[in-house]
């Protein structure tokens, strides 16, 4: 596990781990919480197509949709925010769980919030 603050090289060293996984034939998800971030590395790893690069909640969005659960977001502002709060870590595991796939490595310091060992 690596911490620091921002501009610290964590995402530089994330970028460095995914690329040289995928260069092993391994599949790598890079995920990060910002759209934003996740555009930018995106285009970064464009070359390398065993990377997959989603945010978060896009992570989240298509596990969910691909184990054809439910992933409906509420228009009331109280249940949004607990939706993405709350509901997307516990979606997101139940996804992974029916659908039985996943990468070999896991890039994105986000996940250890969400599964900690």
Request: no cysteine; net charge negative.
């Given at each position: 596990m690596v911490e620091g603050c921002a501009g610290s090289g964590k995402t530089l060293l994330a970028i460095c781990l995914a690329r040289e996984h995928a260069a092993l034939g391994k599949s790598v998800l890079l995920t990060c919480f910002n759209r934003n971030l996740a555009d930018y590395l995106s285009d970064v790893l464009a070359d390398v197509p065993a990377i997959t690069v989603l945010n978060f909640h896009e992570l989240v969005r298509t596990r969910v949709l691909a184990a054809g659960l439910l992933f409906q977001v509420s228009k009331e502002l109280r249940q949004r925010f607990k939706f993405f709060r709350d509901d997307c870590p516990e979606l997101?595991?139940?996804?992974?769980e029916l659908l039985g796939e996943g990468f070999d490595t896991l890039c994105?310091?986000?996940l250890a919030r969400i599964h900690p060992t």
């Open positions: 997101l595991i139940e996804a992974i994105g310091g986000l």
